[in-house]
């Protein structure tokens, strides 16, 4: 891909990444109620939660922010791949 075509995908990767984040949140909040049974995570800084529970709540977070943004990332990829019939770098 030449630079006029990785230029004219960065704002779509910009945008799925965006995207990316706020379906990240809404599924760990969605995963954190039925795992844990409360409606919030904790904060780091939560002083009535223990480490365990802010720990395991930031793992979870981490994980699924990964798998959500890297499936976005080769979703996107893989369209831009179809529409021009290379691959973005």
Do not use: C, H
């Amino acid at each position: 891909m030449g630079i006029v075509g990785k230029v004219a995908y960065k704002p779509v990767g910009v945008l799925l990444g965006i995207a990316a984040g706020g379906l990240a949140g809404l599924v760990f909040k969605q995963v954190w109620k039925r795992v844990s049974g409360d409606d919030d995570a904790p904060n780091a800084t939560d002083e009535e939660r223990g480490w365990g529970e802010v720990l395991a709540a930031a793992a979870l977070q981490g994980a699924i922010f990964a798998l959500v943004k890297a499936a976005v990332d080769r979703g996107g990829a893989t369209g831009v791949k179809r529409l021009t019939g290379r691959w973005p770098t």
